[in-house]
Structure formats: C-alpha cells, structure tokens
T-cell receptor
Framework: GQNIDQPTEMTATEGAIVQINCTYQTSGFNGLFWYQQHAGEAPTFLSYNVLDGLEEKGRFSSFLSRSKGYSYLLLKELQMKDSASYLCAVLDSNYQLIWGAGTKLIIKP | GAVVSQHPSWVICKSGTSVKIECRSLDFQATTMFWYRQFPKQSLMLMATSNEGSKATYEQGVEKDKFLINHASLTLSTLTVTSAHPEDSSFYIC???????????????FGPGTRLLVL
C-alpha cells in the first residue's frame, strides 16, 4: 500500500530551527510537496521537490532523497506565526497526491 | 503563485437542501481540479478528480450521485452536495493543477475552502 509517515506533533522555541521529517512508500514518484495549514484554513503551498537535494526558499528549505524515500522541511528563525500543521504529500505514478496526516508544530516563546 | 478562489466561504443550510460550491482558477487554466474534504483534526481526503469536459473520477466510498461535480470550463469546477444532511457538514477544499516553467513542473494550488454546516 501507499504510506506517508511524519511525526504527529513537534514543539520548538521562537527563533530556533526545526526539522520535520517525512518518509514515504508510494506506487511511483512524481514529486513531493510540503504544505502549511493554519487551523481552520486551507493548505498553502510551501515547496516542491522532484530531484534529490536541498531547495531553499527564504526561512524554509526542503530536502529530498528519492533512494531513501525521505524528505524533510527545515524552518529557520522560527516565528510564532509558524505555528501550524505541515503536510507532506507525494505525487504518485497516477499523478494523484498522497497525503501524510500532517505534523502539528507548536512554537513557544 | 497562482490563485484559486472558492465561493461561498461559509454555508449554513437546512437538512435536505442542495448546496453548490464553485472553484475558480483566476489567473491560469486548469484542466484538472480536485475536491477534498477535511473533518476536524483529520487529514485532507480526496473526494474526486475533475477533468475539464469529462466525467469526474470519484474515490472509493464517495457517492457520485450525492456529490455532483461539473468541470465545464478550464477555469471553473463546481461541487454540488445534493440533499445535504448533518453528517455532510465539513470543510470542502478544491485545488487546481498548474503546469509551470520550462520543465512543466506540476503544482497544485488550493482554494481557501468552504465550510458547510447542515442543520
């Protein structure tokens, strides 16, 4: 079956760095997405990786290793507004998005 | 990035009525749109894939006669919840597929969601 694993919840301190991991087992791979979702709102696109390596975009970076079925989202200089759920999703061979359950990130002052 | 709008953002209706939700891609054409449902504290669940000019593909367990999807143009898809009941109360989110850049990188852009409450 298809499976995406990410931690349920993480806590970090304002100004610090946090890494949210995602491992996946899917039928085919056409890219991996990270989305941010604040409570009660729709997800917003953060990043897309299809090749191995690190993609940096401001305070957020996303890494992919296709051979290991592994990705992480790195958030630097954490701000209180970064408190949200972070969703990992993989585009499978049928171009369908397979969603992880999301990681709830709690930022403490 | 591209913008996807949804209307309405909030719906409160009586049990037995039908509700139509619109999803529009505002600055790009989307041959494929997706409809998701999200219950509180749960992950997004794909309901159906909507392709312009053809019938939608529904996920297992989703009643096609209850959730009518029409994708009449490259910028508009509609979801109609027919004869809504309280258990249909949920957060409905659409997304539109966009192919961008020289490498035609695929990205999905999400609408802001529609919160449906059936009394």
């Amino acid at each position: 079956g298809q499976n995406i694993d990410q931690p349920t919840e993480m806590t970090a301190t304002e100004g610090a760095i946090v890494q949210i991991n995602c491992t996946y087992q899917t039928s085919g791979f056409n890219g991996l997405f990270w989305y941010q979702q604040h409570a009660g709102e729709a997800p917003t696109f953060l990043s897309y990786n299809v090749l191995d390596g690190l993609e940096e975009k401001g305070r957020f970076s996303s890494f992919l290793s296709r051979s290991k079925g592994y990705s992480y989202l790195l958030l630097k200089e954490l701000q209180m507004k970064d408190s949200a759920s972070y969703l990992c999703a993989v585009l499978d061979s049928n171009y369908q998005l397979i969603w992880g359950a999301g990681t709830k990130l709690i930022i403490k002052p | 990035g591209a913008v996807v709008s949804q209307h309405p953002s909030w719906v409160i209706c009586k049990s037995g009525t039908s509700v139509k939700i619109e999803c529009r891609s505002l600055d790009f054409q989307a041959t494929t749109m997706f409809w998701y449902r999200q219950f509180p504290k749960q992950s997004l669940m794909l309901m159906a894939t909507s392709n312009e000019g053809s019938k939608a593909t529904y996920e297992q367990g989703v009643e096609k006669d209850k959730f009518l999807i029409n994708h009449a143009s490259l910028t508009l898809s509609t979801l109609t919840v027919t004869s809504a009941h309280p258990e249909d109360s949920s957060f409905y989110i659409c997304s539109a597929r966009s192919l961008e850049g020289a490498g035609l990188q695929e990205t999905q852009y999400f609408g802001p969601g529609t919160r449906l409450l059936v009394l």
